[in-house]
């Protein structure tokens, strides 16, 4: 019996790889987003200040969830991840920026 071609072990760090690059990311493109967006400095708080807000409020339920439901917790972190990707990659207004950063934290505290 052969092992499948790509396993989920592999999509799961696959996808842990690619959202801890894209934390990393984040912080020296902070300027640019400002530049981009024309957002004030607390406004770009803001959008930098939601990952952590997210991780917070996410925590206890998150883990409530993945305890009883793992199967289900890693079939949904890989879309939220991406929802939460191309939300910040449309490069919207900044309540669009707000839920990309919100729903990227979530998936990516969900995969790890």
């Known amino acids: 019996m052969s092992p499948p071609a790509f396993s989920g072990i ?3 760090c696959l996808l842990d ?8 990311a984040f912080g020296p493109l902070l300027p640019e987003i400002a530049r ?19 991780r917070m409020a996410a925590d206890l339920p998150v883990g409530m969830l993945a305890t009883r439901r793992l199967g289900s917790t ?3 972190a890989p879309i939220a991840l ?27 505290w969900w995969a790890a």
């Not at 803001?46 to 952590?52: Q, W």
């Not at 991406?82 to 990516?108: D, E, F, K, N, Y």
């Open 17 to 24: 790889f690619a959202s801890t690059v894209c934390v990393g």
């Open 82 to 108: 991406l929802a939460g990707v191309l939300l910040l990659a449309t490069a919207g207004p900044l309540p669009v920026l707000i839920l990309g950063r919100l729903l990227h934290r979530r998936s990516s």
């Open 10 to 12: 592999a999509l799961l």
């Open 36 to 54: 981009a967006q024309g957002l004030p400095d607390w406004q770009l708080g803001v959008v930098a200040g939601a990952f952590g807000l997210a």
């Open 74 to 76: 890693l079939a949904l």
